[in-house]
């Protein structure tokens, strides 16, 4: 089937990409958040957890908004959180 100029496989291989992408960006933004406050090893650790989750593996390639939600909702949170332990005006914005 074509749709336009883009055949159907084309078109879902680019939705998939867009998910795939923020899966690896929550990823990404735990590791950076946890070792900021935690440590490398407490990083490494929460991010093997991540990946090996049977949620993450089983949604994070789909079309849906459940990982772009979640990244959206962990770096808010993030940002939050740096900006009341460290009072920076920058984590506010970001955190908005």
Do not use: Q
């Not at 998939?16 to 990083?43: D, E, M, Q």
């Not at 909702?73 to 900006?83: G, I, K, M, R």
Request: one cysteine or more; aromatic letters at 16%.
């Amino acid at each position: 089937l074509m749709y336009n100029r883009y055949t159907v496989d084309e078109l879902l291989m680019a939705g998939r990409s867009v998910a795939i992408l923020f899966s690896v960006l929550l990823g990404a933004a735990l590791a950076w958040w946890l070792r900021k406050h935690f440590g490398a090893k407490a990083a490494l650790f929460a991010l093997a957890i991540y990946v090996l989750d049977p949620l993450v593996i089983s949604i994070g390639h789909y079309i849906t908004n459940d990982i772009v939600a979640a990244f959206f909702f962990f770096l808010t949170c993030a940002l939050w959180t740096d900006y009341s332990l460290e009072g920076g005006g920058r984590r506010l914005w970001g955190a908005g």
